[in-house]
């Protein structure tokens, strides 16, 4: 069990966020760990874009190897709500020695494999880590930027309005019935009790984790099948992380509905996304590439919702999350 302690200033600083790096980490991960849960296809389009790329020291790291652990390095902390593939793969490339260095002494030693025979570190693994924590660093970005493009990029604009989708129906819970309520949904094994977030572990007799932290993020996911977590940095650990956990995204029909009973699907998902900031009705349509009238038709239905506020500066009308007013942004 991990327990977060954040306190009322951390609760202040608690958000969400998403990037395409995660779904690429999430679905090697479950390929690795729980084949069973992916859909058929989706586990035959992973496998065939590992073998087809010769990608195995990606394969090796980001499946956790038998005890479980997949390297954070691997899933750059985002400083937004969106990280672009572009800088996510940067950063991954460019951690610091001394953190690569610190999570694969970490996995090799105990956390992914052992010393018997059976758990082993594979020696491609072994391999790597003799050529430096750049190279790895480097190399797994590019097995990660290949296995994205082979196997995710065409499948990325629906996946994206499915996290976006989950975000804006958190978000509402949230604006109506407050941070808890919203967090004890997420997933069965978190809960958010008396000022801490905890994470109850699948299997029985692992140790108990305490720790505080002045934020933490949630990260929707489309491939797991639990809250999981990142982060948790013993004192002394080299360029520590906020705790991050990551959530399994609802299913379809949790997404929230407006008052005539349309779905918030993916054009106003893409618009809440937009409104981060205030906007006006013709800066969204610029930005999302549609009329003013159909942005203009989509912002009244989110805000009759309760999902955007809107205020007016002199001649202008602003949009803007309903979220953007509370606490967690």
Request: charged letters at 20%.
């Amino acid at each position: 069990m991990i327990r977060i302690d954040l306190g009322s200033q951390g609760l202040g600083k608690v958000r969400f966020a998403m990037t395409p790096l995660d779904v690429a980490k999430d679905l090697l991960y479950s390929l690795a760990r729980s084949p069973g849960s992916l859909d058929p296809e989706w586990q035959a389009t992973a496998r065939q874009a590992l073998s087809a790329g010769r990608l195995g020291l990606l394969a090796v790291v980001a499946g956790g190897g038998p005890r479980g652990y997949a390297p954070d390095f691997l899933r750059p902390e985002p400083p937004g709500f969106q990280l672009p593939l572009d800088e996510a793969l940067h950063r991954v490339a460019t951690t610091s020695r001394d953190r690569i260095r610190y999570e694969l002494t970490g996995a090799v030693g105990g956390h992914s494999w052992g010393r018997t025979a059976a758990d082993r570190p594979p020696r491609l693994l072994l391999d790597a880590m003799e050529r430096g924590e750049e190279y790895v660093a480097q190399r797994i970005a590019v097995e990660l930027e290949q296995f994205w493009h082979t196997a995710l990029a065409r499948h990325w604009p629906g996946i994206r309005a499915r996290l976006e989708g989950d975000v804006a129906a958190r978000a509402t819970v949230i604006t109506r019935h407050g941070i808890a309520e919203a967090v004890n949904h997420l997933a069965p094994n978190l809960e958010w009790d008396g000022g801490a977030l905890t994470v109850h572990p699948t299997a029985p007799g692992l140790p108990t984790s305490n720790l505080d932290a002045d934020a933490a993020i949630f990260v929707p996911s489309v491939f797991a099948g639990r809250a999981t977590f990142c982060g948790a940095e013993p004192p002394g650990a080299p360029a520590p992380r906020l705790p991050l956990i990551v959530y399994p995204v609802g299913p379809n029909d949790c997404l929230p509905t407006a008052p005539d009973g349309a779905l918030i699907g993916p054009t106003r998902t893409r618009l809440m996304a937009e409104l981060a900031q205030p906007r006006t009705t013709g800066e969204l349509a610029r930005r999302v590439h549609l009329s003013p009238a159909t942005v203009s038709y989509h912002l009244q239905i989110l805000h009759r919702a309760g999902l955007v506020q809107r205020t007016r500066r002199s001649r202008t009308v602003l949009y803007q999350r309903a979220l953007a007013t509370h606490g967690g942004q």
